[in-house]
């Protein structure tokens, strides 16, 4: 079995993704060079569903990808504006794998799925800009496992 990269983000991304994009897909790539073969998104709008859909597009260089699409509850999509809910269904559909954590929405359940994430994690592919919420909570329980963390908001803006 390969390694397990996991993906977290914020949902408010910038308005021009195409860097961003670019910099998940040469980072994934990479990644799959180094031996990891299954890429586990959290589904939320905004990065984690970018960062699925980047999955989707390497497995056609590397077929031995797998996208694993860890949920926090059955229905997450249910009040996602009607795009990301076509997107969320489309990579569902394509997912080698959904996993949910929960069966239904209870408080707490987002940062269960997080903590399911990052304790899977040998590498951690983010876009973090602040140290609050869920995507700063899974990173920081990644780092203290001492799983490699590469934050595209630092590359993004130099630093």
Same mark, same amino acid.
């Given at each position: ?15 021009? =993704? ?5 910099? !998940? ?5 990479? !990644? ?24 989707? $597009? ?13 949920? +926090? ?6 009040? &996602? ?6 997107? &969320? ?11 949910? =954590?929960?069966?239904?929405? &209870?408080?707490?359940?987002? !940062? ?25 909570? =899974? ?8 799983? +490699?963390? $590469? ?9």
């Amino acid at each position: 079995m390969g390694k397990i990269c996991i993906f977290t983000g914020h949902r408010a991304l910038p308005a021009a =993704t195409a860097a961003l994009e670019r910099a !998940l897909a040469l980072r994934v790539e990479a !990644l799959a060079g180094e031996g990891y073969t299954d890429f586990l998104s959290g589904g939320a709008v905004g990065f984690d569903l970018l960062a699925a859909e980047a999955v989707l $597009w390497a497995k056609e260089r590397f077929p031995a990808l797998r996208l694993i699409m860890v949920l +926090p509850y059955e229905g997450q999509d249910r009040f &996602y504006p009607a795009a990301d809910r076509r997107r &969320y269904q489309a990579l569902l559909e394509r997912a080698d794998l959904v996993r949910y =954590t929960a069966r239904d929405y &209870y408080k707490g359940c987002l !940062l269960a799925r997080d903590r399911v994430l990052a304790e899977a994690a040998d590498g951690c592919i983010c876009y973090l800009t602040r140290s609050t919420g869920g995507t700063a909570y =899974t990173v920081r329980h990644a780092a203290a496992r001492d799983v +490699p963390v $590469w934050n595209l908001a630092d590359d993004l803006s130099g630093r």
